[in-house]
DNA sequence: GTCTATAACACGATAGAC
DNA sequence: GTCTATCGTGTTATAGAC
C-alpha cells in the first residue's frame, strides 16, 4: 500500500458510511468521529461533504466510461466484449466496494456535476446496448429484445459491491467466469 | 379505483419523493408541499416520519415472503417455481413501483422494525435458494453455485422498479416471458 | 492541523386558534 | 382537518486560539 494522504483517508472512511447510510444521513460529526478528530477539523483536507461525493462518484464513473470504450474498440467478437465487460465491474467493484454504493444510491446527490455523471452513464448504456446489438447482427446473440438484455446484465453487476463483502473466499476471476457462464449462456444463440 | 383515505395518499406520495431523493433526503416539508398542505397537518394523518417508512416497507416485504411460500409449496416443478418467482417480482414491482425503491435502498433507516425486516428477508431468501438446491439436486438446473444463482436472478428482479417506468409499453406478461427466457435458459440444463 | 465556540439555518414534531 | 407559531435539536460550515 503507498503512502494514503489524510484527504484520500477522510474519502475512503466516507465512501465506507455512505455504503452503510447513504449520503445525506451520514453527518460530518458521524465522519468526524470515523476518522477520530472533530467536525471542524475535516474542513482543513476537503472543501464540503458535496466535495466528498463528487470525487467518490465521478472518478469511478469515468473509469467505467473509459473502460467500455476500450473493450468496444478492441479485436474481439461481441460474446468476448461482453466477458470483458462483466470482468470490468468485477475488477472495479472489488477495488472500491464502498464508492460503487454512492455511484449506484447517491449520485442524485451531486449538486454541480449531475449533469456531467449523467452523460457519463448515458455514453456507457449506449456503448453497453451497441455490443449487444452488433451480437445479435452478427447472430453470436439470441434475438432476444437488446434493452431486457443489457438491464438484466447490468443490474446484476451493478449489484456486486452488495454481494463481493459476503463471498470474501471467491477470487474476482472465479467469480468474472461464473458470472459469464450464467449470463451469457442465457443469451447464447 | 376504490375510495383512497387521506393517509394512504400521503403515504404514496411520500414513497413517490423517497425513490426520487431517499427517505433521509425528504424532508416533512417537502412532503406536505407535494401534498399541497402545511407539514404540521400531516400529524392529522400519520403519527411520524418513521411510521411513514414502516407502513411502505413492511407491507412489501410481508407480501414477498407470502408470495414465495405459497410457490414454494405448490405442485410445480423447480424450474417452474423460479418462474412463478419472476412473475411475483414483476406483479409487485408493477403495482408498487415506488415502495420498491423505498425496500431495496432505505430498509436499514427502519427504527422499531428493523429485526422484523431482516427476519423477513431472510426467510425469502433461504426459500428462494432452497428451490434452487432442489433443482440442481433434481437435474434441472446447471450445477453452479446456487448463491450465485440467486445472486443474479434478485439482483434483476430487485432493481425492476428502475426499468418498469421506462418501458410503460411493455405489459407485465410479456415482461415476465422475456425475464424467464433470459434468466432461465442460461441455468437450465 | 486540530481544537472550541458559534453562526446561520433546517429538521421533526407539538400547541393551540379557527 | 388545516392553519400559524414555535420548541428543541441537529445540520454544514466558519472564525480564531493554540
Known amino acids: ?8 483517508e477522510i474519502i475512503k472512511t466516507a465512501a465506507k458510511l455512505f455504503k452503510e447510510k447513504g449520503y445525506s444521513a451520514v453527518t460530518m460529526r458521524d465522519l468526524a468521529t470515523a476518522m477520530g478528530m472533530k467536525a471542524a477539523s475535516l474542513y482543513n483536507h476537503i472543501s464540503s461533504k458535496q ?9 469511478i464513473a469515468e473509469d467505467f466510461t473509459q473502460g467500455i470504450d476500450v473493450i468496444y474498440n478492441s479485436e474481439s467478437n461481441n460474446l468476448g466484449k461482453l466477458s470483458q465487460v462483466i470482468e470490468l465491474h468485477v475488477k472495479i467493484a472489488t ?14 446527490h451531486l449538486e454541480g456535476q449531475l449533469d456531467y455523471y449523467l452523460s457519463l452513464r448515458n455514453k456507457y448504456e449506449a456503448t453497453f446496448l451497441n455490443i449487444i446489438k452488433e451480437g445479435i447482427a452478427s447472430s453470436e446473440i ?12 447490468l443490474s446484476t453487476l451493478r449489484s456486486l ?18 458470472l459469464s457462464r450464467i449470463l451469457i449462456q442465457g443469451i447464447n444463440k
Open 1 to 8: 500500500m503507498i503512502q494514503q494522504t489524510r484527504k484520500e
Open 51 to 59: 466535495e466528498i461525493l463528487k470525487i467518490i462518484i465521478i472518478s
Open 95 to 108: 477495488n472500491n466496494t464502498y464508492g460503487m454504493a454512492s455511484l449506484n444510491n447517491d449520485w442524485m
Open 142 to 153: 439470441k434475438a432476444v429484445n437488446p434493452e431486457i438484455i443489457m438491464f438484466t446484465m
Open 161 to 178: 459491491f452488495l454481494w463481493i463483502p459476503k463471498k470474501e473466499d471467491l477470487n474476482a476471476n472465479d467469480l468474472a467466469n461464473s
